[in-house]
């Protein structure tokens, strides 16, 4: 399929061909018919693509600060190769989109196959579009009509917030797309509507619609003029839909504004408020966020758990429903508002001038016969083939990839490490497909996918790395395991003691009967019986143990138990974020914590006995990202695992202090060691090197050896320990594995 994109590095606006997304649960999939583009908003993502990497930098000041503490923590280097890879991602346009239902993810009840949809989906012939985000359309409303439908929402949401009441005299100011909309759905609503704009096109359309309106350009004072059209009372309300860098609209706006007047912000402005103007008549202000109730709310929006009715009355979904009501009606009219409707391969007469004038609205039209494949072949022979990859001819199952997930560690770190270290990276799959589109490219990767199933099912390659959000791990595991794969998953494994036996039994059915030596209470494996060549191995991305440092750390402290300290200061990550979800991310300890519990494992040459894990807080929860946690090993070593959320991101993300036989060991930050008691040795230096490459190389060697680089025996009691710590966080006691 054909998708519309923004490549913010080189600063072009692509039509691309990506694979079509597939149907997810509690989500519908739309074949697009019309999408609408948004001339404000699209045009300043257009600008910032096209905008050079100084100006970028001053766009986002916050970022930049950011970037400098990374630079103090992680070298210049590093941080460097972090923001151009995240510039290399292209940005998806659009978020009005209307089309015809195709298929229906498991959970939908409300809508079916055939039924027209209004949603928030991107400039594609296809999109994936969760329930909440998508509306029915009306019979009596087209589809022209209903791509205003987000738009239209935008407009309605700043009307709530300023709940006008019959009679009142509200402004405008912008009337743009969203200004239009919003002054017509005003007059609708019984009030008195004053609206002005430098765009006369833009008045004279408000005018059309009955609205009071004017051209500041023209010798207008905007103050003045709402004055005294208010017999020097002062607006009641003011919704501000401009676009303008400058603090006077926020200062017009309270200057026309009566006593105890509510403004709201839906556009975007300068906020140099100055005090005094809102002092002086007890002035409220509130900025309007998006469609309404329930945007940015991953509950509602991504797993469908809508607010009640008698309490939230008007939610984003209600408020799209509310507009197509009101098209249907006749109450609201946008079709004047059309200035262009343009198929879809011919974007770029919208795209090449979105300041040009004349311009309100522009449509999109899509071809009625576009074709959806689940994946795109990037290179292909003269046969139509795809050849072996690169042209090497190397045959299958002699270590060709494929990649499940395209994210940005991904993007950032697998697949520039796998392709330094050589590796025949065939295909990469994501459930969105552009993504994957991207990372096809960036990696020369021959085939890009949107539905994972097809790598499983290609018979060249024999193994898979799984990059997916946690929760998908084990489940993934398991498929390709069935399908005879190689896996390589990055941390963690899985997130329950089920999932974790699963996996064991896929790797070795010889156990469902028995013929494995089991601790049935500790759940422990014999090394022996996991290191078998004859199935698929299983290895976690368990990347510190392959560090330089850790590995010259580990050959100076020698054999014996050790004391073993980690810290890893994590930084904070909001609490809405998906890594803190029990049930997709697992927390921070089983889904990030597991890494510093192998490197201890690793470093003590052991494997962990007891667990005891303590929270900070008077009152620890199963889910934390301040925890210290203790490890015993069966050869005597004892490690801490620091692990906190609360410390400054200019400090040293990481370090690592180890003691045995009158040796101390510390690595910091993955660049320097320093030892202290041991003979001829006392630094070491290097650039960040968290152990990607080695392991890498390693991993390659692995898949052609049949012998893993991680024991299986290592990456259960790993699991198991972190499983364990949060048994300990919600028992108070040292939990034995």
Request: glycine content about 10%; aromatic content about 6%.
């Amino acid at each position: 399929m054909k998708q519309i994109i923004q490549d913010l590095k080189k600063g072009n606006t692509i039509l691309e061909e990506v694979p079509a997304p597939q149907v997810k649960a509690g989500s519908l999939l739309i074949k697009t018919t019309r999408s609408l583009v948004s001339l404000g908003t699209e045009r300043m993502l257009v600008e910032f693509g096209k905008a050079g990497f100084i100006d970028k930098a001053r766009q986002q000041p916050d970022k930049v600060k950011q970037v400098l503490d990374k630079m103090k923590a992680e070298g210049i280097l590093p941080t460097l190769e972090a923001v151009f890879n995240k510039l290399n991602q292209p940005l998806p346009l659009g978020y009005c989109n209307v089309g015809v239902v195709e298929a229906v993810g498991k959970g939908v009840h409300r809508f079916k196959v055939g039924d027209r949809i209004a949603s928030n989906g991107n400039h594609a012939e296809y999109v994936c579009v969760p329930e909440n985000l998508c509306a029915l359309i009306p019979d009596g409303v087209s589809d022209e009509e209903a791509a205003f439908t987000v738009i239209g929402s935008i407009g309605l949401q700043g009307i709530r917030l300023c709940n006008p009441t019959f009679g009142e005299t509200i402004v405008v100011i912008g009337l743009g797309l969203i200004g239009l909309v919003t002054a017509e759905l005003l007059k609708a609503n019984g009030c008195r509507v004053i609206g002005y704009d430098f765009d006369q096109q833009k008045v004279d359309m408000a005018r059309s619609k009955g609205i009071t309106a004017f051209n500041p350009a023209q010798g207008t004072d905007p103050v003045k003029f709402v004055q005294q059209a208010t017999n020097e009372t002062g607006a009641d309300g003011v919704i501000i839909t401009a676009s303008a860098k400058s603090d006077e609209v926020i200062h017009q706006a309270a200057d026309m504004s009566r006593k105890r007047g509510r403004i709201i912000l839906v556009g975007v402005i300068g906020l140099n408020i100055r005090r005094d103007d809102f002092y002086k008549k007890e002035l409220t202000f509130q900025v309007s966020c998006s469609y309404g109730p329930g945007r940015y709310d991953e509950d509602y929006e991504q797993k469908g758990q809508d607010y009640p009715l008698p309490y939230v009355r008007w939610t984003e979904q209600r408020n799209f429903e509310a507009i197509l009501q009101a098209m249907e009606s006749g109450k609201l009219d946008v079709l004047p508002l059309i200035t262009e409707q343009v198929a879809l391969e011919q974007y770029d007469e919208i795209y090449g001038d979105m300041r040009k004038k004349g311009s309100i609205a522009s449509i999109l039209v899509y071809p009625e016969n576009s074709e959806r494949n689940s994946s795109v072949s990037l290179r292909k022979s003269s046969e139509g083939r795809i050849p072996p990859l690169g042209g090497k001819g190397v045959a299958p199952g002699k270590g060709v990839f494929g990649i499940i997930g395209a994210g940005n560690f991904t993007s950032s770190t697998i697949i520039p490490g796998m392709n330094a270290a050589g590796a025949q990276l065939k295909a990469i799959a994501s459930a969105g497909g552009l993504s994957a589109k991207t990372l096809a490219k960036k990696g020369n990767i021959a085939v890009a996918s949107s539905d994972y199933k097809e790598l499983l099912n290609d018979s060249d390659i024999d193994t898979v790395m799984i990059t997916t959000r946690h929760n998908l791990h084990a489940s993934m595991t398991l498929e390709a395991l069935k399908a005879g794969k190689n896996v390589f998953v990055e941390k963690p494994l899985c997130l329950t003691e089920e999932e974790l036996e699963e996996i064991v039994i896929a790797c070795h059915p010889e156990r469902r009967e028995g013929s494995v030596s089991v601790d049935a209470d500790k759940q422990q494996i014999s090394q022996s019986s996991l290191l078998r060549n004859d199935n698929p191995m299983v290895v976690v991305g368990f990347n510190r143990r392959f560090a330089p440092l850790a590995q010259t750390m580990k050959k100076h402290l020698g054999e014996g138990p050790k004391n073993i300290v980690a810290t890893m200061n994590a930084g904070f990550i909001p609490p809405e974020v998906w890594v803190h979800d029990l049930t997709i991310g697992g927390g921070r300890i089983i889904g990030e914590a597991c890494h510093y519990i192998d490197l201890c494992t690793y470093l003590a040459g052991s494997k962990v006995t007891a667990v005891c894990m303590n929270s900070m807080g008077v009152n620890p929860e199963e889910n934390t990202d301040n925890a210290s946690i203790l490890l015993k090993y069966e050869n005597g070593s004892s490690a801490v695992i620091n692990y906190f959320a609360n410390g400054s991101k200019a400090y040293s993300k990481e370090r690592i202090e180890a003691f045995a036989q009158e040796k101390t060991l510390i690595i910091d930050n993955w660049r320097t060691l320093k030892a202290y008691g041991v003979k001829g040795f006392s630094k070491q230096k290097t650039r960040l090197d968290k152990g990607h490459k080695n392991q890498f190389k390693q991993l390659i060697e692995s898949v052609k050896s049949g012998v893993p680089i991680i024991p299986f025996d290592e990456i259960i009691n790993t699991t198991q320990a972190s499983f364990a710590a949060i048994q300990s966080l919600k028992e108070g006691r040292w939990v034995e594995l």
